[in-house]
C-alpha cells in the first residue's frame, strides 16, 4: 500500500569530560566547521541576562516531549517552556491549559519560520522523527533560535554537515540530547574508563534493546534504520565516552527476523564490533526483539558497569570493588539548563552537533559493515 506523504504523518509518532570532546574536534576533523559556539557566536550583539530564564518551544508533541520534556521544564531553573510546534490542532487545547501558552507561542508546520519574530523564544528543541532533524534544525537557526536536537541528529553525516553549517553561519549554538551526558551514574563511567582507574581498558559490552516498538520507528524512511537508529547509539555513545576514544573499525551481523512482516523495511536486531588503538575491543548489541540495557568495562585490575544503563531513572551500577551509587537526577532538565547557560555564557556545549555527526558516521560505517560482511574502518 502507498504510503501517505512525510507532510501527512508528521504528528504519528506517538564527554561531558574535557578530554573526549578535545579529541572529538580532532577525530571529525570539523576544525573548518568550528564549534558553532565561541567564535561565531562572540559577533552575536545581543547579551543575555544570567538572570533571564531562556524560553524553549518544542517541536513535535509527541510521547518523549509530553512525558519527559515539558514535565523537565517545569523543574528547569535556567530555561522553560515558553512554546510548541505542532502538526495536530487537536493537542493545543490541552497542552495550552496545562503549561499556560500563550497564543502567540503556538505553531504549526507551516507558519514555524515566523518564530523568528518572537524574542520569547530562544532555543528550539527538536523531537520529531529523524528524517526530519536536518529540516528543522536548518530552519530554526535561519529563524534565529538556538538549537537542541533530538538524537540520533540525521539521517546521513551529510545532513549533518548540512545542520552544523546552518547553526555556524547563523552564529547559534546547536546541541544534541545527549541526556546521559548530565547522569552521575554513566558521568563515572567516563571517570573510572578515562582515567584508567582499573588500569588499562581490554574489553567493553554494550547492549540496549527493547521488547517491540511501534510507529514511525518502523518506518525506514522516517526512522532512517531500526534499532540502530534509536537504541543502538546509546552503545556508540556509552562506549566512546568510556573509552574516551574513537574506533578506527567496525564489523556488524545482522541477526533473523522473525517478525519479517513487522520489520520488513528495518533491522529486528544487529551485533557490532567496534575496534580501538591499543588492541581495545567493544562488543555491542540492539534489537526491537530483546530486552536489555548494559554498559560494562573490562580493565586491567577490574572492571565496572552500569544495569541498567541507559533508562530516565533507576539506573545501578557497581564495580569489582563495590557498588556504584548517586542520587537520582532529572536527566532532562539537567541537560536543557545546561544548554541554556552555555548560551548565556557563551561557552561551548559539552554535547554539541560535531558528536551527534561522529556517532552518525559510526553508524554509517556499522550498517555498512551488515550490508557487505566485510570490516570497515574508519
Known amino acids: 500500500m502507498k504510503k501517505a506523504p512525510i507532510e501527512h504523518r508528521k504528528e504519528h509518532f506517538s564527554l561531558n569530560r574535557r578530554s573526549f570532546i578535545g579529541g572529538l574536534s580532532c577525530s571529525i576533523g570539523l ?18 541576562s544570567n538572570n533571564k530564564k531562556l524560553g524553549i518551544a518544542l517541536v513535535g508533541l509527541g ?3 509530553g512525558g519527559e520534556l515539558a514535565p523537565a521544564l517545569q523543574e528547569t531553573r535556567h530555561c522553560y517552556l515558553a512554546g510548541i510546534v505542532t502538526g495536530s490542532p487537536e493537542k493545543i487545547p490541552k497542552w495550552k491549559a496545562k503549561y499556560n501558552i500563550p497564543d502567540g507561542n503556538i505553531y504549526n508546520y507551516e507558519n514555524f519560520d515566523s518564530i523568528k519574530d518572537n524574542p520569547s523564544i530562544d532555543i528550539v528543541y527538536v523531537v520529531l522523527p529523524v528524517s ?3 529540516e528543522y534544525t536548518i530552519r530554526a537557526a535561519k529563524a534565529g533560535k538556538h538549537v537542541i536536537c533530538e538524537k540520533p541528529m540525521a539521517i546521513t553525516v551529510k545532513d549533518c554537515d548540512r545542520m552544523i553549517s546552518a547553526c555556524r553561519d547563523a552564529k547559534k549554538m546547536l546541541s544534541i540530547g545527549y541526556r546521559l551526558h548530565f547522569e552521575p551514574h ?16 581490554q574489553k567493553l559490552r554494550a547492549d540496549n534493546g527493547s521488547n517491540g516498538t ?5 518506518d525506514k524512511e522516517l526512522a532512517g534504520g531500526g534499532p540502530l537508529m ?18 578506527i573499525a567496525v564489523t556488524a551481523v545482522e541477526g533473523p527476523k522473525t517478525d519479517p512482516e513487522t520489520f520488513k523495511e528495518v533491522e529486528q536486531s544487529l551485533t557490532w564490533r567496534m575496534e580501538f588503538a591499543d588492541n581495545i575491543v567493544a562488543e555491542c548489541k540492539t534489537s526491537y526483539s530483546e530486552a536489555m540495557n548494559l554498559l560494562r568495562a573490562e580493565a586491567e585490575n577490574g572492571w565496572f558497569e552500569l544495569s541498567p544503563a541507559y533508562p530516565y531513572s533507576g539506573i545501578k551500577g557497581k564495580s569489582s570493588k563495590g557498588k556504584i551509587e548517586f542520587k537520582e537526577v532529572n536527566q532532562q532538565a539537567l541537560q536543557m539548563d545546561d544548554f541554556a547557560l552555555a548560551v548565556k555564557n557563551n561557552r561551548p556545549s559539552p554535547v554539541p552537533g560535531e558528536m551527534g555527526r561522529q556517532d552518525m558516521k559510526i553508524i554509517e560505517a556499522i550498517y555498512e559493515a551488515m550490508r557487505t560482511g566485510k570490516r570497515v574502518a574508519l
Not at 230 to 247: A, K, N
Request: hydrophobic letters at 35%; a positive charge; one cysteine or more.
Open 214 to 218: 511501534g510507529g514511525w520507528r518502523l
Open 31 to 48: 576544525t573548518l566547521l568550528g564549534n558553532t559556539s565561541l567564535a561565531s557566536l562572540a559577533s552575536d550583539k545581543r547579551e543575555i
Open 186 to 201: 554513566n558521568k563515572e563511567m567516563m571517570r573510572l574508563g578515562q582515567d584508567k582507574v582499573f588500569g588499562k581498558l
Open 132 to 134: 526530519m532533524h536536518a
Open 230 to 247: 534509536d537504541l543502538g547509539v546509546y552503545c556508540i555513545q556509552g562506549i566512546r565516552y568510556t573509552t574516551g576514544m574513537e574506533p
Open 63 to 65: 510521547g518523549y516531549s
